[in-house]
């Protein structure tokens, strides 16, 4: 294992649906203890990149290298084998069921021999209540619907439960863009701890605010194509916001609003 | 438990400093009884279930609550609970099936014509429709996951599709009749048959009658000779079904299939072979059904489990189903059917119309729905 590759390499990612083609051409690394925020306006082909980084949809040509070697994911579950975590928009959380439940949903530890096997609920609400103190959230009962939470817990729930699961890779899909801003700071301080744990991150959003705070490399998407990488020290917040939505037309808002965009 | 997540703790007690975690029990502690009561799905089912013995015991006569009487109440409700429960099981794996009626009538048939028709031994025949049950119910699931339809739709066609090649079948097996006959001489006496029909626990009960606990005639046999091996099944099936639910994988993927699939898929959970498996689970628990009453009657005609799919997929919501999955239980889907049966049969005991019971049915749906949304919101901070 070579420990100095990257922990994602794609080079000219391509990928078609029968006429249309969602990227074109999209190349990325993304290395340990790093926060590459992945930027783009709608129809960038931002959830298409990641959702084919998830194992959801297959490139049609291009090359995906995880931590140096070839992979070809046919499920999300092989992502998830290869480290690769994704913590989609809709939480991949379930509001009716328990903190613990969801916790460890898909991968549920069990005790004892068929067909008396059943979940070590001891361990998994001690592991849950431990891991949610970790984060500072004070989850009373871990038996407690995740729908008490307020978003902005379920969102580190979910990021929480794939870092407990060995993710070496987060790919989080605009965790900040339903929350208040006492939340997103939660959020956003939750995603550095987790870069300092080593853990390389995926973080797409279209808020450059949100981006700029914890990112560590830019790469902006437009229309299928990557516009380039940048690093934090080589551009200023509103060049960034300028060239992900494409330029001039922004500006000329912007001005109008009296620079408020 | 504070034992084991403290495994290095000192002997010797340690200050407690402001970086001391609070004792883990303290927390728990915080919980009130109230609302651990109010998060279980099946306190509606509990509820209506101690009202609706209120109301009898005031008004019905005194022999519905003896032993005789509950046997008679427990008969008909056992059957409709173990279509209850497993309906339950789908419904809070997020689908419906409404071809369960149905399908108790073709297990009927299916069942009597492989020891009627192919002369097969009880055991074979038995296992034989369930394993017809099972590919029927694999097929209804299949249709729904892969052209994704609602369950709704699919089933309800199903529910005429099955009741409709039962009275083909069966006019074609018997020769123009709508009834198989002669179905119990077939299937013969043993093990299996005791198994299936009859009473159990007959020798208790002449134990508890020679010892004066239950009402004995006067020649010394016992008023009830045993428990009808129906109701036996359904505890079983009650138990089995909470114990899944609640305890094992299979059960937590149950309550994630219902609950979201698209997120219980993300997180690894094989949502549609949970979906199937439920399926085939609710077409065998119709073939139990169909077995275990076509064996106690001798005979199966087209109209058996008539209607009721209804008062399956009703029993289940009063005992806390919700409609859009991912929620529920099954023990309160056993007292959901207790309820039915109760006053199905306890009306008989009253001086009221017993058609009152179609007029009971509907309210109790109602307020067991808006009850448990009630509940539902409470309990999850809906907001």
Redesign the interface.
């Known amino acids: 294992m070579t420990d100095t590759a990257p922990l994602i390499d794609i080079r000219n990612l391509v990928k078609h649906f029968g006429s249309v083609i969602a990227l074109s051409g999209v190349s990325l690394t993304v290395n340990r203890g790093e926060v590459m925020c992945l930027l783009g306006d709608n129809g960038a082909g931002k959830s298409t990149l990641i959702k084919t980084l998830a194992g959801v949809h297959r490139p049609t040509s291009g090359e995906f290298l995880v931590e140096g070697r070839h992979v070809s994911f046919t499920s999300p579950r092989d992502a998830l084998d290869a480290g690769i975590a994704t913590v989609y928009q809709d939480l991949a959380m379930i509001p009716l069921m328990s903190v613990t439940r969801n916790f460890f949903m898909g991968r549920e530890p069990t005790r004892g021999i068929w067909p008396f096997r059943h979940i070590d609920f001891d361990r998994c609400n001690e592991v849950t209540r431990e891991e949610m103190h970790r984060i500072g959230i004070d989850v009373r009962d871990p038996n407690q619907a995740v729908g008490t939470l307020s978003g902005g817990e379920r969102q580190c729930v979910a990021i929480a439960r794939a870092v407990y699961f060995g993710a070496k890779v987060l790919i989080l899909d605009e965790p900040t863009s339903a929350l208040g801003v006492a939340q997103t700071s939660m959020v956003l301080k939750y995603i550095h701890q987790v870069r300092q744990k080593g853990l390389g991150v995926i973080f797409i959003t279209h808020n450059v605010r949100h981006a700029y705070a914890v990112g560590d490399r830019f790469t902006v998407l437009n229309r299928g194509k990557t516009l380039g990488t940048y690093k934090k020290s080589d551009i200023q917040i509103d060049e960034l916001q300028n060239l992900m939505a494409g330029g001039k037309e922004l500006q000329a808002v912007s001005e109008e609003l009296g620079g408020m965009v | 438990?504070t034992d084991?997540?403290h495994p290095t703790a000192p002997v010797a007690p340690v200050p407690p400093g402001p970086t001391a975690?609070p004792a883990?029990d303290e927390?728990?502690k915080?919980?009130s009884l109230l609302t651990r009561i109010m998060?279980r799905p099946e306190l509606g089912a509990l509820a209506g279930l101690v009202l609706v013995t209120i109301f009898f015991l005031s008004t019905a006569d005194a022999s519905m609550f003896t032993l005789a009487g509950l046997m008679n109440i427990l008969s008909p409700a056992s059957q409709l609970g173990i279509l209850a429960i497993a309906a339950a099981l789908l419904m809070i794996g997020g689908e419906f099936d409404l071809s369960i009626g149905s399908m108790v009538a073709f297990a009927g048939l299916i069942f009597g014509s492989f020891l009627t028709l192919t002369g097969w031994p009880l055991l074979l025949a038995i296992a034989a429709t369930f394993v017809v049950a099972a590919l029927l119910g694999g097929l209804n699931g299949q249709i729904v996951i892969r052209t994704k339809l609602p369950s709704f739709i699919v089933t309800l066609a199903f529910l005429f599709i099955l009741r409709g090649l039962s009275l083909v079948g069966l006019k074609w097996a018997t020769g123009g009749s709508t009834q198989m006959r002669g179905i119990g001489d077939k299937a013969g006496e043993g093990f299996v048959r005791e198994l299936f029909s009859g009473n159990a626990l007959e020798g208790l009960f002449a134990w508890l009658a020679a010892h004066d606990v239950v009402g004995k005639f006067p020649n010394g046999t016992p008023m009830v000779t045993g428990v009808p091996v129906s109701i036996l099944w359904f505890i079983l099936f009650a138990a089995v079904a909470t114990?899944i639910l609640l305890?094992?994988?299979a059960?937590?993927?149950i309550?994630?299939a219902g609950?979201?699939p698209?997120?219980?898929?993300?997180?690894?959970?094989p949502v549609d072979r949970v979906k199937t498996a439920l399926f085939m689970l609710t077409a065998c628990a119709a073939a139990l059904v169909a077995i275990l009453t076509v064996l106690d009657a001798g005979s199966t005609d087209s109209r058996r489990g008539f209607q009721k799919e209804f008062e399956a997929i009703i029993a289940a919501v009063i005992g806390g189903c919700?409609l859009t999955g991912?929620?529920g239980s099954a023990i309160g889907a056993f007292f959901g059917a207790i309820i039915f049966g109760m006053v199905s049969i306890g009306l008989t005991y009253t001086r009221f119309d017993s058609d009152w019971f179609q007029v009971f049915l509907g309210a109790m749906l109602l307020l067991a729905v808006l009850f448990n949304n009630f509940i539902?919101r409470k309990?999850?901070?809906?907001r």
């Not at chain 2, 698209?262 to 959970?269: D, E, L, M, Q």
């Not at chain 2, 309990?379 to 809906?382: D, L, P, R, S």
């Open positions: 438990m084991v997540s975690r883990q927390r728990l915080d919980v998060r114990w305890r094992t994988r059960g937590n993927w309550f994630a609950g979201d698209n997120a219980a898929r993300n997180s690894g959970v919700l991912g929620y539902r309990v999850t901070g809906e």
